[in-house]
């Protein structure tokens, strides 16, 4: 059963991807499989937990029905109708309207990080820039879970090596709109 609310947040992706569809790079929220699979392995009480490109929320709410506690995340959202929608809806969060390579936090460094980021839509040096910031904001054995609507891992093999990191496919779902399947990036073990 679909409820109010989320037909409104389908109607407002929707209309934020036609506007920058780039940005957005999709053109429905995130589904409840795809929500659960990006944050299955996300230790709830574990520490301060990173989402990047939250969008409406729906990795969000995930991650507190896990039983991370609200004030335990920091949401960084470029959008800033979106970012303004998430401080309303997760008052006890930070919510950072910024661009992901940029913003800083005090709450680092984080135990692990979700991102909703369209990695596939930027070039591999922006991707680099923002897998650097977000391990060098996070704890040694932090995770780094990341979707995919494409059949491969989308950061390319060249860039997590550039990076020191690895990754590898933690699951895919085709109960999601499209299917998607979900990455763990980590820093390589040398």
């Known amino acids: ?77 470029s959008g800033p109708d979106f970012a303004r929608a998430l401080r309303s809806r997760f008052p006890a969060a930070r919510v950072l309207c910024a661009d992901a390579a940029d913003a800083t936090d005090p709450e680092a460094p984080y135990t ?32 780094m879970y990341q979707f995919t609507y494409a059949p491969r891992c989308p950061v390319s093999s060249s860039v997590l090596a550039q990076a020191g990191l690895s990754a590898e496919l933690v699951g895919r779902t085709l109960r999601n709109l499209p299917p998607a399947s979900v990455y763990r990036i980590t820093r390589a073990i040398v």
């Open 1 to 77: 059963m679909t409820t109010d609310a989320q037909r409104l947040n389908g109607f407002y992706f929707f209309r934020s991807w036609l506007r920058d569809p780039l940005r957005v790079a999709a053109v429905a929220p995130s589904g409840t499989a795809l929500s659960e699979l990006i944050t299955r392995d996300v230790p709830a009480g574990a520490g301060p937990v990173l989402e990047l490109g939250p969008g409406t929320g729906a990795f969000t709410t995930a991650l507190l029905a896990r039983g991370v506690p609200e004030a335990d995340l920091t949401l960084v959202e």
């Open 112 to 143: 692990a990080v979700v991102s909703g980021l369209p990695l596939l839509s930027m070039r591999a040096d922006r991707v680099q820039t923002i897998l650097a910031s977000v391990f060098a904001r996070s704890t040694p054995d932090a995770a």
